[in-house]
């Protein structure tokens, strides 16, 4: 594994896995265009290091943004390797011992275990070769990201917050966005879920100052640790010994008692008092692709900054994906598999959370089954476990064909039984999930198709082309019908279509899904009509089933659409005046082949220039007939667009 962080920059030039962009460049809003338009390319892209920010630190992003880069970061040829290692320990750690021999034999594993565990040493590490305290300790020094043209302001987007539980004494390493306030203040972005949350309102109640250092940099383990599901009250940095098979050493901070890996880059100390009011933060592009909005947290104060010489700021965007995080969440599945097979649910063979399901909105799981109702213990198991309880779809199989085989799944799909195959529920949500009824609640869907007899005749599709456009219906796309069942179909906002008496007075059958997006969705790309319609659509409020069709309303809810009360967030799309700017300046980066801004195909998602999408409308930007126009008439046929 690697000692620093520039170690690890290092490896990544030999391998080919990294631009350095030695021109000036704006860590407002210039970096994150640059770096979005570098992620979305083929594969992740590469790494870039911005060496020229204005400030004394480079600035790394997109270090983990790719199978290679992930696996490189954990210290294997493929993250593969790292699931053979963890069902080797828990085989090893659960298997039977019936004699003394065998006890014996455990010695040595044990030995390795006790190996991983951090420790702590004395004096300060290279993270405290400088140290500012006092005025001197300033968060401008540092060149702190403002990502996308509507955030609140500067984000630290890949912190490791450290925090103690005062009862237990057991250390949290978690990552929590941080919104610049001033030079010396910033917000502390922890969910009502998240342990650094329990931790606050455990001081609250004790009626203490609660002690917080953030690390930035270091061994990229200690940043993939942060992100991880790791159970609550077990130590981040066993995961990254574990993955270094080495263990991190800890030094005692300068002005609190929390201890932090020796070899980071850049620790920023500090506290939050739970005694202040909270402050506004937000808003912020997140990982949702959409604006997480304005809402209170806690407030977080710098009493120290300390840095190695040499060192470089870690930074990650997040929008519309796919982004970086999309391979570290790639990396979890495969890593955690094994602990949720021999902790909770042996019967799991796999689990894929799609990227465009943005981590957690979707997940397919495939089980052996023994006995009637399997799927539903497996789904209602994995709905309690960690942050598995932000899933709102989740399909459950039994075919043992791999997770990932898209041809497979949609067989499965279009042979499940409706209703008889579904199971509807509500539970905890993600606090960004914009489409949940309330804040933190809403719906969820399972899918089981453990059942499904693929040697079933399936019904014959019928549809009309073209389709007689009504109640509210401009546009539909076949391109789905045959392989899924699936119709799309997109309306104009403020309209209120009956989807079903549309469907009879065409006489479809044989269609088992119907899906209804806002007309300026494009349907010839599937990845964005999945993220779409995982994002804006809750299976409680959204979801209705009529004679055997299952119809999602995944249109904005802006206005209140289905009765829905909150503010609805924009998408999140870069500024023209940024995209000309990069456009213009493109040859000096040095980046090789000019490539488009995403922001030009997603900035037809917005609506106004905030945010949030006006509550009211109408909503400013392409009218039906420009849309419908430019579709090209009212229909999309698979043979004309087979790609679709």
């Known amino acids: 594994m690697y000692k620093t962080l520039s170690e690890y920059i290092a490896a990544l030039e030999r391998a080919g896995e990294l631009v350095r962009v030695n021109v000036p460049v704006d860590p407002v809003l210039e970096i994150a265009e640059l770096t979005d338009r570098e992620a979305k390319s083929p594969g992740g892209g590469r790494a870039l290091l911005f060496e020229n920010t204005g400030t004394p630190f480079p600035v790394l992003t997109n270090m983990m943004g790719s199978d290679r880069r992930i696996a ?3 210290g294997v040829e493929s993250v593969d390797l790292l699931t053979g290692r963890i069902e080797e320990l828990f085989a090893a750690l659960t298997s ?13 594993l044990l030995g390795r275990m006790s190996r991983w565990l951090p420790r702590e040493v004395k004096g300060r590490g290279v993270c405290q070769q400088v140290v500012l305290q006092g005025d001197a300790a300033r968060l401008d020094l540092l060149p702190v990201l403002k990502c996308w043209p509507q955030d609140g302001g500067r984000f630290v987007t890949l912190p490791l917050v450290h925090t103690l539980d005062p009862d237990t004494g057991v250390r949290n390493v978690g990552m929590y966005r941080m919104q610049l306030f001033s030079p010396q203040t910033t917000g502390m972005h922890w969910h009502l879920h998240k342990t650094g949350e329990r931790h606050y309102r455990t001081y609250q109640r004790l009626g203490k100052r609660m002690p917080v250092t953030v690390c930035l940099g270091g061994d990229p383990a200690y940043t993939y640790a942060a992100t991880a599901p790791m159970p609550d009250n077990m130590d981040e940095y066993l995961l990254a010994g574990f993955l270094r098979e080495r263990p991190v050493e800890l030094v005692k901070c300068v002005t609190n008692d929390l201890r932090v890996p020796a070899d980071c880059d850049i620790v920023i100390e500090g506290y939050v008092d739970p005694s202040e ?29 300390t840095h190695r010489r040499g060192a470089v700021y870690p930074a990650t965007i997040v929008g519309v994906p796919p982004q970086e995080d999309a391979y570290i969440a790639k990396a979890t599945e495969k890593i955690f598999l094994a602990p949720i097979r021999a902790a909770m649910l042996p019967e799991v063979r796999d689990l894929w959370m799609p990227e465009a399901g943005v981590a957690h909105n979707i997940a397919v799981v495939d089980i052996r089954t023994d006995y009637a109702g399997q799927a539903l213990k497996a789904a209602s198991s994995l709905w309690g476990a960690g942050q598995m309880m932000f899933n709102k779809f989740m399909v459950v199989t039994a075919s043992g064909r791999p997770v990932r085989d898209v041809a497979a799944l949609a067989d499965l799909l279009r042979r499940i039984r409706i209703p008889d195959d579904l199971m509807f529920s509500r539970g905890p949500l993600d606090v960004l999930d914009h489409a949940a009824p309330e ?22 599709v019928q549809l009309p082309f073209p389709f007689e456009l009504s109640d509210g219906i401009v546009r539909v796309d076949y391109a789905l019908s045959e392989s899924w ?7 104009p906002r403020g309209v209120r279509p009956d989807v079903f008496a549309f469907l009879e007075k065409n006489r479809v059958e044989g269609i088992k899904y119907v899906i209804l997006l806002d007309e300026e969705v494009d349907t010839s790309r599937p990845g964005d009509v999945l993220w779409i319609a995982s994002s804006d659509c809750d299976p409680s409020r959204d979801v209705t089933i009529r004679d055997g069709v299952v119809l999602f309303d995944c249109r904005s809810k802006a206005g209140g659409v289905n009765g829905f009360s909150r503010r609805w967030p924009n998408v999140v799309a ?16 040095g980046l090789g ?12 998602l917005q609506y106004g ?26 229909c999309r046929n698979p043979k004309q667009n087979p790609s679709g």
């Open 72 to 74: 490189m970061a954990l």
């Open 96 to 108: 039977p011992r019936p004699d003394l021999f065998d006890k014996l034999r455990m010695l040595p």
């Open 277 to 305: 009011e909270k402050v506004i933060e937000g808003p912020f592009g997140d990982h949702t692709g959409f604006y997480s909005l304005e809402d209170y947290y806690p407030l977080f104060h710098v009493t120290a900054i």
């Open 439 to 460: 804040t933190g609640l809403g719906g969820k869907l399972m899918f089981d198709a453990t059942g499904v007899d693929p040697a079933a005749p399936l019904e014959t």
């Open 485 to 491: 069942r699936v119709l799309l179909l997109s309306a």
């Open 574 to 589: 870069s500024s023209p005046e940024t995209i000309a700017r990069v456009d213009g300046r493109w040859n000096e980066y």
């Open 593 to 604: 082949k000019f490539m488009l801004s995403p922001s030009l195909h997603y900035s037809r």
């Open 609 to 634: 220039e905030e945010a949030a999408v006006p509550a009211g409308g109408p909503f400013p930007g392409k009218t039906t007939e420009d849309t419908h126009a430019e579709s090209g008439g009212s």
